[in-house]
């Protein structure tokens, strides 16, 4: 298979073969470098199948997404396997991460029994430092009281749950738009969190590299399908004048990026089922792909940015 | 019955409904997994991420029943939380009410909040 983009009118680094091999991902994470201040990623599974270490870097984590414990349909009947799966791919890398991120829907339907599943199966994880921010789907019982009690107890989230924390000189932003959704509307961070990120950014010097990351993509992904956050740009406003920020969002289960100004923004693949490109199905619902070829999607492709490039690239690694 | 000649009057009008609609909009608000439904009166499909039709009207007293078809779970919310909300509900599972006093309820689904739907409330 190709890695490279044979067709890429628009400048944007992704052709339509590659915009709808997006479509099939499923079941692994990414692995997310800081070097000099810029992202990079890289799949787990091309990372732990060529044995290869890590470049030297001032800090790795990983983002992963959308476990959706609780989902036993057609488009994957045993989510909690595919999540495990991902998880070996984690235990396996040479150097573990330091930490994870989890970009919400843990769960399917916010049950109690999900969430401890969930846990039971994160034990198995070398690394033990997790950071949550919450999806529509672990919040359905409208307050999100038992996602918060789990999930955010230790970061002492704020409002419904936002936070921020410092590692190795970069700021990690958890955000919260899932919560209080206004009926015609998209996502939301409302102006209580909105007043709190604009105070917590204020004091931070112009070269701190900012991650940010939230559930539901902080930039009009398909709007139609209510993929995108209503007040994402004033969110985005306060952090304009940082030379590097980094946006990681789950919620579409594929990986899409989008770069703009110092900005990048990223959606990760899920580790439960795929979901169809965007206006590509009647609704963004699971996806089904014959059963037997799902494990055989799992982590074929990554999304690389590399500095001083505006465009991405979209690589295509078949596991065979 | 009260002409609404303005949008101001129809506010006033819903925040009275409002009002009264917790106590008289009765709650049937049961939850169950779907038998045979085909086509029942006064039933909103929630398919494809839309409630279907997206404006019922309805007679005071009548009993509307919301039935997901989809695979991704939706909630039932009314809008100036003029009725009870839904729990989720998963796949085949529906939720019923019992249409109170005449009036129109807007609702969504607090899920995916692009889905909102209408109903109408006439005198029987």
């Not at chain 1, 791919?89 to 989890?102: E, G, K, Q």
């Not at chain 1, 004033?234 to 789950?250: I, W």
């Not at chain 2, 009057?9 to 409002?18: G, K």
């Not at chain 2, 007293?61 to 009870?84: A, C, L, M, Y």
Request: charged share 20%; glycine share 8%; hydrophobic share 35%.
């Amino acid at each position: 298979m190709s890695d490279y983009i044979s067709h890429d009118h628009e400048g944007d680094g992704i052709d339509r073969r590659g915009f709808l091999q997006c479509m099939a991902w499923a079941g692994t994470g990414l692995l997310w470098t800081v070097s000099g201040g810029v992202l990079a990623s890289k799949t787990l599974v091309q990372i732990a199948k060529a044995g290869e270490p890590l470049p030297a870097t001032d800090l790795s984590f990983l983002q992963i997404s959308d476990s959706h414990i609780g989902f036993s349909k057609e488009a994957n009947k045993d989510v909690t396997e595919t999540f495990k799966i991902a998880l070996d791919r984690i235990n396996a890398m040479p150097t573990p991460p330091s930490f994870l991120i989890h970009t919400g829907d843990i769960s399917q339907l916010s049950k109690p029994e999900e969430f401890d599943t969930f846990d039971e199966a994160l034990k198995s994880c070398r690394t033990k430092d997790v950071f949550y921010v919450p999806g529509e789907h672990d919040v359905l019982d409208g307050s999100g009281k038992l996602y918060r009690e789990r999930y955010l107890k230790s970061v002492e989230g704020k409002g419904s749950g936002w936070y921020s924390f410092n590692k190795n000189g970069v700021h990690f932003i958890g955000l919260v738009n899932v919560l209080n959704l206004q009926a015609g509307g998209l996502g939301q961070l409302g102006d209580e969190q909105l007043e709190w990120l604009e105070a917590d950014v204020k004091d931070l010097g112009t070269s701190t590299p900012i991650v940010v990351f939230a559930h539901i993509p902080l930039w009009a992904v398909y709007p139609q399908w209510g993929w995108g956050t209503s007040d994402s740009e004033q969110a985005l406003g306060y952090l304009k004048r940082f030379g590097s920020v980094t946006v990681l969002n789950g919620h579409i289960h594929q990986v899409l990026q989008k770069v703009e100004g110092n900005v990048t923004f990223h959606t990760a693949m899920s580790t439960a089922f795929p979901q169809p490109a965007p206006g590509t199905a009647a609704n963004p619902g699971p996806m089904k792909v014959p059963a037997e070829k799902l494990r055989s999607l799992l982590g074929l492709t990554s999304v690389q940015y590399h500095q001083g490039k505006s465009s991405l690239a979209v690589v295509d690694s078949n596991l065979g | 019955m009260i002409t609404l000649t303005s949008e101001n009057s129809r506010r006033a009008l819903l925040c009275a409904i409002s009002f009264l609609s917790l106590s008289v909009f009765a709650l049937a608000g049961e939850m169950k997994d779907v038998d045979s439904v085909a086509a029942k009166k006064n039933t909103i499909e929630i398919k494809d991420f839309n409630f279907n039709p997206k404006t019922l009207t309805v007679k005071s007293g009548e009993k509307i029943t919301w039935i997901n078809h989809d695979e991704e779970p939706h909630t039932v919310v009314s809008v100036e939380k003029q009725f009870k909300k839904s729990p989720p509900l998963d796949t085949d599972q529906q939720f019923t009410i019992t249409a109170g006093a005449p009036g129109t309820y807007s609702y969504f689904c607090s899920v995916h909040p692009k889905m909102t739907g209408t109903i109408v409330v006439e005198q029987p």
